[in-house]
């Protein structure tokens, strides 16, 4: 069974750094395309970033410079690096398996909080 | 940029009535759409995927339809466990996604 599960949210001030972590099972990450979506409180859906089988990266603009995704095959666990945190930061982050037409597999999200 | 569009914002059915959900896109994209469903608290579910090809576990209720710029969910006959907010989303460049139909109890 494919499980993905986020941890490392939390409480940060403006200007802060935090990573995100996103533990897989059931598949092996270094075999799909995987993906950050965040969700602001009572928004919509934002796709943020992909990290590619041979390990290049894309990210929206919104977050392009400030965050950086990469994954450890060997723990099978996908990361978000974020610094220069902003308030509009503030967001549920999902970590999604990407078939690169459809996000299939979500994780339960993890919730970030920028505020001062 | 592909910007995606959904009507209505919300949507009131009674349980047991057919609802039926619009997507929109600027851009042709083909059949390059999928849908989400988000219930409270909860992340998003894939539905459907290439506009009607429903995903492992979705029941027969739900259908999409539709190609180029126009897209359509049905749930055929809502059951309590619908009540959600509704996505779609477009993958012919990256993706992005619609602002949500709220299906709630008429």
């Known amino acids: 069974e494919v499980q993905l599960v986020e941890s490392g949210g939390g409480l940060i001030q403006p200007g802060g750094s935090l990573r995100l972590s996103c533990a897989a099972s059931?598949?092996?990450?270094?075999?799909?395309?995987m993906s950050w979506v965040r969700q602001a409180p009572g928004k919509g859906l934002e796709w943020i970033s992909v990290?590619?089988?041979?390990?290049?990266?894309y990210y929206a603009d919104s977050v392009k410079g400030r965050f950086t995704i990469s994954r450890d095959n060997s723990k099978n666990t996908l990361y978000l690096d974020m610094k220069s945190l902003r308030v509009e930061d503030t967001a549920v982050y999902y970590c999604?398996?990407?078939?690169?037409?459809?996000?299939?597999?979500w994780g339960p999200g993890s919730l970030v909080t920028v505020a001062s | 940029e592909i910007v995606v569009t959904q009507s209505p914002a919300t949507l009131s059915v009674s349980p047991g009535e057919r609802a039926i959900l619009s997507c929109r896109t600027s851009?042709?994209?083909?059949?390059?759409i999928a849908w989400y469903q988000q219930r409270p608290g909860q992340a998003p579910r894939l539905l459907i995927h290439?506009?009607?090809t429903r995903a492992t576990g979705i029941p027969a209720r739900f259908s999409g339809s539709g190609s180029g710029t126009e897209f359509t969910l049905t749930i055929s006959s809502l059951q309590s466990e619908d009540f959600a907010v509704y996505y779609c989303?477009?993958?012919?460049?990256?993706?992005?996604f619609g602002p949500g139909t709220k299906v709630d109890f008429k």
């Open positions: 999604v398996r990407d078939l690169a037409t459809v996000l299939d597999y």
């Open positions: 059931g598949f092996t990450i270094s075999g799909d395309f």
């Open positions: 990290i590619y089988k041979d390990d290049s990266a």
């Open positions: 851009h042709s994209i083909s059949t390059n």
């Open positions: 290439r506009a009607s």
């Open positions: 989303q477009q993958y012919n460049r990256r993706f992005t």
